[in-house]
């Protein structure tokens, strides 16, 4: 009689159906027709409480029904699948498994799972044959020297059709209660409690040559890392480790083992055992290597507000719900969120940006065209290249351009008396670059634009606009940031003598010219990462 059957899924999305049979000598036949695979236990029935319809496919995998039925004295299970799949049926003892996946992805890409198999396939079928035989079989089949302990004894009876022979042979040690230990080209097997035993003795037996062996010492000088920065992982990965001799975790250091720098030179120095400077060294080498450089370059530009719609650049953003901080000296400081709308890059003729607020965007036009551009600009007089900086940074390290001035202000104490102080007016350009697999450059700016305000008893007033972001750009490709706006007003009134006084005639003779001339401040922020060999010649 079959005793039990059961449905399960297995680690990489198989459907497994499990038969318990009576005996390890039930004869079973196993057949696959189209869609469906049939299981008939010859000369055996199912049990009345198991002859039933299973429902499987909320387990996601190629099975959907299992049918469990008798057909005179044989019993009949049939296994539904649905799409393509692949199937191999294994009997080791009374336990007779049919498992069905999806066929194998070539995909190299892909990784692989840690129980997948991929030794040659192959069949067996032996009833009451020795462990020990068929794991000779395996040896001579596979080219692979298998080493069983004396203990490993006794017989198995097994079937296997197609299947993989690394999977045989944990099918066989499964059954058995084996365990394998690979080095190399030699398996050694053995019961898990004797493995158990002997990884236990190979510990402390590497514990005592730790004990034993004798300390050297090595210098280490480096290249690119900070000595003392290498010195913190090392010694910190000993503190987390506990140290080699209670086995906690895996340490850099043994028990025995300390370090030590040399910042003049950047050289580190280990004193501990040959096996465990060989694990420092090897962490060295994969830190210790040269950071990729980032060359920002930043053109601040004071230009007509016509010039910037001339360069198409529009203004795509618009700020929600500003608010008002009162800064140091009654300076008026912008806060809140900007809404983002992007739309640059086209015609952007009509853009019109909110004054006293930054906006920003990316620039599609060449560097070349930029340069060209900003010098026709200066040529006809719509504006003027205050300056522009370049500063070259590591990777992931930050940078910063300042501009600026210091006002005075004065203050008074009785102890003192009066006292004049500075203030800084700035504009301050910070960048932390950060380069992302791709080979684009993810950009963390701060702008800061102080202003000069009107002037108090104490001094001028400073205007205060900040901006914080980051933006993902291209190598190569230009951030451009405005949106802060300058107005020069103007009433000039002239007249001619006398005539100019007399009523309504005088009109003609007078002229009053109002001039309103606005300009706007833009950055140009240009990130390029730089190869190797520039960032030596640097």
């Known amino acids: 009689f079959v005793q039990q059957s059961r449905f399960q899924r297995g680690n990489d999305g198989e459907g497994q159906v499990v038969v318990d049979l009576l005996g390890k000598d039930t004869s079973v036949d196993v057949q696959q027709n189209g869609s469906k695979i049939i299981v008939r236990t010859i000369g055996n029935k199912i049990p ?3 002859a039933r319809r299973l429902n499987v496919n909320d ?9 469990s039925h008798n057909d005179g004295a044989n019993g009949v299970i049939t296994i539904q699948a649905t799409g393509g799949y692949e199937y191999m049926a294994y009997q080791a003892e009374n336990k007779l498994t049919i498992s069905l996946k999806r066929p194998t992805e070539k995909n190299t890409l ?21 462990v020990r035989r068929v794991l000779q079989l395996l040896a001579d089949f596979t080219n692979v020297n298998m080493v069983a302990a004396d203990s490993v004894g006794g017989s198995i009876s097994l079937r296997l059709k197609d299947v993989p022979w690394d999977q045989a042979l944990d099918i066989i040690l499964k059954a058995k209660n084996l365990e394998k230990r690979r080095s190399g080209n030699v398996i050694w097997i053995a019961p898990m409690a004797e493995l158990t035993k002997a990884d236990e003795d190979e510990a402390k037996m590497l514990e005592q040559q730790i004990k034993l062996a004798p300390i050297q010492t090595e210098y280490i000088q480096l290249s690119y890392a900070k000595v003392e920065d290498i010195s913190a992982l090392i010694t910190s990965n000993k503190a987390a480790g506990g140290g080699a001799s209670e086995g906690k975790n895996e340490s850099l250091l043994s028990s025995r083992g300390s370090i030590s720098v040399d910042k003049r030179t950047n050289t580190l120095i280990v004193n501990d055992t040959d096996q465990f400077i060989q694990k420092v060294k090897k962490m060295i080498d994969l830190l210790d290597v040269a950071v990729k450089q980032v060359m920002v370059e930043a053109r601040i530009v004071t230009a007509d507000t ?16 500003p608010s008002l901080a009162q800064g140091p000296n009654g300076s008026t ?22 004054a006293g607020t930054f906006n920003f965007g990316l620039l599609k036009i060449s560097d070349y065209m930029l340069n060209l551009e900003l010098m026709a600009m200066q ?7 205050l300056s522009a900086p370049k500063v070259l940074t590591g990777d992931k390290q930050k940078a910063y351009i300042l501009r600026g001035d210091q006002l005075p202000y004065q203050t008074w104490s009785a102890d003192t008396g009066v006292t004049t102080n500075f203030v800084d007016a700035n504009l301050k350009l910070e960048v932390t670059p950060s380069i992302t697999p791709d080979g684009k450059v993810q950009m963390s700016l701060k702008i800061e634009k102080d202003t000069v305000g009107e002037l108090t008893t104490a001094g001028y007033a400073i205007k205060t606009n900040e901006l914080e972001t980051n933006v993902l750009v291209d190598d190569g490709e230009t951030v451009v940031l405005g949106g802060i706006f300058d107005d020069a007003k103007s009433n000039t009134y002239k007249k001619v003598p006398f005539l100019g006084d007399i009523p309504v005639v005088g009109n ?26 520039v960032s ?3």
């Not at 400081?333 to 909110?354: N, R």
């Not at 040529?379 to 290249?385: L, P, T």
Request: charged content about 25%; glycine content about 10%.
């Open 110 to 130: 892909k990784p692989r799972s840690s129980n997948s198999y991929t030794g040659q396939k192959l069949s067996l079928d032996f009833q009451d044959i020795e």
């Open 59 to 67: 387990f996601a995998t190629p099975v959907s029904t299992i049918d």
């Open 333 to 354: 400081v912008w806060g809140g969120d900007f809404s983002p709308k992007f739309d640059l890059g086209v015609d952007l003729s009509d853009g019109i940006a909110t």
């Open 379 to 385: 040529s006809d007089g719509h504006g003027e290249v």
């Open 48 to 50: 009345s409480h198991l």
């Open 306 to 321: 016509s010039f910037s719609r001339e360069l198409g650049i529009k203004w795509g953003l618009e700020r929600g719900n």
């Open 508 to 533: 003609l003779f007078k002229n009053n010219v109002k001039s309103n001339l606005q300009s706007e401040l833009l950055i140009f922020v240009t990130p390029r990462i730089v190869n190797d060999s």
């Open 536 to 538: 030596r010649n640097h």
